[in-house]
């Protein structure tokens, strides 16, 4: 019966799983192959998504889903006692086939089967060893299994004659079991019966399959642990001359100049070469030579792979709203996104959940000309990817716990961001200010920051270290900027300096609450080389305690000044601010409340 009438995925390889058991599953990472540098905790891409080489079982199991192909059911070895019973009922899965059955469900009369002792659970099915098909895995220790009746299980050598097996012997069927099941523990193992002599003379002893795994491991550690040396592949071809009594080439020493380590005394690399040639020593007694004679090269740091990752292209949103019946709506795209702009936020995270289309047309930029995020403690990545999807002309960030990272991330994405808040946050956050552009922006709110000095102002307003060669203009960050808005901060003579040179188009200004400002202040806003004494119409100096009337007939010096607030001034007299307002630039202010001077455009 061929392999496909037997039922759907009869030749679908399993995919094994880890035993939990051997040494390589109960191991760490390394960090320094390639798998582990591809890893995301080792700062790799994850692409690969593969397991450390060192991690690697060497043993591994069938999964805990595979069934019988013949009866579907699972292993039941665990619910007899008897080896052959227990042997019988447990799943065996084809290196060639890839069939899992039970041997109890084969009837294949008198028939042979090859099982793999290195991997549990594995064997070459009768049928295929009665067929004549080859296996796919080379290499190894093999034990044949000959099946008599369906019942009886007998182990004898192979009869292929190649190099490396074992002679010709009968085994008992408590052997064949635990030469499949490595895992079980030898207590409920039968003494094995000693070998039948052969023709060929008596039989070697054989390691057990735990020792094979073992040294299998210990060798690809050593692999694993070579270290190229770029001076041996030199040093072979000088090595052929005899002349020279005092040097040696790599072949002479492969423990040393392969594995880095000493070879044992009387071993046959010490000896001589592989070309037949005495090892030389340069005196009498001394020890052999090694190469390299010179100290080992310091080993390369990993280097990890950078990969840019880009987004696919976003398909074109729809034009018409589909309905379920298949037709569209009469209504299109444009007629919505006007119906939409009478909403506010609340109604539109509602109206986002409708349908898929309704929730890509709410995120038109047009829809959120300001989005308000403050008085929050913190910032997750799914609001942050929100506002940049957004797209929103002014952001309020004030008396949040937004990083420094959060803020330059959200920067180098808003390049049409016209009005930013960022009011009682730290100056660590807002000296991200400092690397990102903001060519759009024109409003810039930092009220009420702690800690920050005329130092920490001057690395915000001077221009970018980091210019063109051969750009003569040098413009500061905050040359397009018109609204500014330092209330509460310690700003200085020499830091209002740096705003009139790096922020000239400045309308409106407020300085209150600083307690550094007072009469001299004033009078460099109102000079004549200030270029914001043509350009300023609004301008706050409430609580500033310095200033007094003297710096009151300065203002006339503004004529486009519209608003001027002087409340909470306690060197101010009122008299003085109403014959300010009576008199006025070019024409009288009017004052709602006290020392607030206001004029009708």
């Given at each position: 019966m061929s392999s496909s009438s037997r039922g759907p995925g009869a030749g679908a390889r399993r995919r094994r799983t880890r035993c939990r058991r051997c040494r390589a599953c109960v191991r760490t990472e390394c960090g320094d192959?390639?798998?582990?540098?591809?890893?995301?905790?080792?700062?790799?891409?994850?692409?690969?998504?593969?397991?450390?080489?060192?991690?690697?079982?060497?043993?591994?199991v069938l999964p805990h889903t595979a069934v019988c192909l013949l009866c579907g059911e699972a292993g039941k070895e665990d619910t007899v006692e008897g080896e052959e019973e227990k042997f019988g009922l447990s799943l065996m899965e084809c290196t060639i086939c890839n069939e899992i059955v039970h041997p109890g469900c084969l009837k294949?009369?008198?028939?042979?089967?090859?099982?793999?002792?290195e991997i549990p659970n594995c064997w070459e099915c009768p049928r295929c060893t009665q067929e004549g098909r080859t296996s796919k895995v080379k290499g190894g220790r093999e034990r044949h299994l000959k099946k008599v009746g369906?019942?009886?299980?007998?182990?004898?050598?192979?009869?292929?004659?190649?190099p490396g097996l074992l002679p010709p012997r009968v085994l008992n069927p408590s052997q064949a079991f635990s030469s499949c099941h490595p895992g079980l523990p030898p207590e409920n193992w039968e003494k094995p019966k000693p070998p039948l002599a052969s023709v060929e003379g008596p039989a070697a002893p054989s390691p057990?399959?735990?020792?094979?795994?073992l040294e299998r491991f210990k060798r690809m550690c050593q692999l694993l642990e070579r270290v190229p040396d770029t001076s041996s592949s030199s040093s072979d071809s000088d090595s052929d001359s005899?002349?020279?009594?005092?040097?040696?080439?790599?072949?002479?020493?492969?423990?040393?100049?392969?594995?880095g380590r000493r070879p044992a005394r009387g071993s046959s690399g010490e000896k001589e070469n592989r070309g037949g040639r005495r090892a030389v020593?340069?005196?009498?007694?001394?020890?052999?030579?090694?190469?390299?004679?010179?100290?080992?090269?310091?080993?390369?740091?990993?280097?990890?792979e950078r990969h840019v990752v880009r987004p696919p292209p976003r398909s074109p949103e729809p034009d018409t709203l589909p309905l379920a019946a298949g037709s569209d709506h009469p209504l299109p795209r444009a007629a919505w996104l006007r119906v939409f702009q009478h909403l506010g936020p609340r109604e539109l995270c509602i109206c986002m959940r409708v349908c898929r289309t309704w929730s890509r047309w709410c995120y038109d930029k047009r829809l959120w000309p300001r989005m308000d995020l403050s008085r929050r403690k913190s910032l997750t990545p799914p609001m942050l990817s929100g506002v940049v999807r957004r797209q929103p002309r002014a952001l309020d960030l004030s008396w949040t716990g937004v990083s420094k990272k959060q803020l330059m991330w959200l920067l180098n994405r808003l390049q049409g961001l016209q009005e930013l808040v960022l009011s009682g946050c730290s100056w660590l956050s807002v000296s991200a200010l400092g690397s990102a552009p903001l060519p759009a922006l024109r409003l810039l709110d930092l009220r009420w920051i702690e800690d920050v000095k005329d130092s920490q102002l001057?690395?915000?307003?001077l221009p970018p270290p980091d210019t063109k060669p051969g750009q003569t203009e040098s413009r500061g960050r905050l040359q397009g900027v018109a609204e500014l808005r330092l209330a509460g901060l310690e700003l200085t003579d020499a830091s209002l300096r740096l705003l009139l040179r790096h922020a000239p188009q400045l309308s409106a200004l407020d300085l209150s609450h600083c307690a550094h400002v007072g009469d001299p202040s004033v009078h460099l806003l109102t000079a004549p080389t200030s270029p914001l004494r043509e350009t300023l119409v609004h301008l706050n100096?409430?609580?500033?305690?310095?200033?007094?009337?003297?710096?009151?007939?300065?203002?006339?010096?503004c004529p486009r000044l519209r608003r001027l607030d002087l409340r909470s001034c306690r060197q101010l007299s009122p008299e003085a601010c109403a014959r300010l307002a009576a008199a006025g630039p070019p024409g009288p202010f009017r004052c709602p409340e006290e020392k607030l001077l206001l004029k009708d455009s």
């Open positions: 192959c390639h798998f582990c540098r591809d890893m995301k905790k080792f700062g790799g891409p994850g692409r690969m998504k593969q397991s450390c080489l060192l991690r690697q079982c060497t043993a591994p294949m009369g008198k028939a042979e089967g090859v099982i793999n002792a369906g019942d009886a299980c007998l182990l004898r050598g192979s009869d292929s004659g190649g057990s399959p735990q020792r094979e795994k005899d002349s020279s009594g005092t040097s040696l080439s790599e072949d002479e020493a492969p423990g040393e100049a392969r594995n020593r340069p005196g009498s007694g001394g020890p052999l030579l090694s190469w390299p004679l010179g100290p080992a090269p310091p080993p390369r740091p990993p280097q990890l001057r690395e915000l307003l100096l409430a609580g500033c305690h310095r200033l007094t009337d003297h710096c009151l007939p300065l203002f006339r010096r």
